[in-house]
């Protein structure tokens, strides 16, 4: 999915540039899923289309672009958002420059999330901040976490739902909540914290797909089956730091990646790092 920014030749782009601070940086991503983080001050994106919606929030600065024939500002804070095959380019609005994340996010997976209906347009390409485009700020807060089964599928739900409330379309998703199926969940991934549970096995355990589930659950619990897991995973890390074994071997027996991924997340859900939080302790 690389295609996202081949509007601009990465090449052409760093020859014509003079300043040091100017960068892309791509982090983790997952099928259908790419994530990059960008800060340009000389340099500038010539008019191009992706091949997915690209999803950005402005983090620095005053980004400008030209988009469906007419000149958009977006200011940090706000979310841009662009439809798969738009013409669009790029520029810093001041001297300063500016600084954005963006989520790359292939339309086929929007659609599945969408149980196969159209894809959602969005008019209006920059959005403030409101209830709907929150959700979808979260996403862009960490570019370089590993993207799970879970996540992946609670990303898509994430942004094709703020998607269709942004393009006014009404929700079609039923009221009541499949209490039995979200707690089969629930109990599953407690018990398999340590497990990078992928989404096919909560759909047999359930029986309810993906999206769905991911949606139900987040209704039910306040937050993703992914993001419960971590929590899971998480308080038996603390277990493991606090009888004292060392930080290396914690992560690794609460089934974290490695020990930097542990302590992203710890610092995240606990406010300090695991080795602060293990000398306080002591």
Known sequence: MRETLRGVNPDRLKRSCTRRRDSIRFGTGAAGLERA????????????????????????????????GTRRVSLPGQLVILHPDETHDGAAGTDD?????????????????LDGSELPFVADPVQRPTETTRPVACLLAEVDDPVSDLARVDMAATVADALRKLSGRPDQRPAAIDIGAVK????????????????????????????TLARYFRRAFGTSPDRYRALRRLALARTAIESGLPLAEAAAKSGFADQSHMTRQFKRAYGLTPGRWAALQR
């Open 37 to 68: 983080e960008v800060y340009l001050s000389a340099c500038a994106f010539e008019p191009h289309r992706n091949d997915a919606y690209a999803i950005g929030i402005t983090t620095a600065g005053v980004q400008t672009f030209r988009y469906r």
């Open 97 to 113: 420059g500016f600084g954005y994340r963006a989520l790359y996010i292939a339309p086929e997976l929007v659609h599945d999330a």
């Open 184 to 211: 089969l969940a629930r109990d599953y991934l407690a018990a398999h914290a340590r497990e990078q549970t992928p989404a096919s096995t909560l759909e047999l355990i359930t029986g309810s797909d993906r999206f």
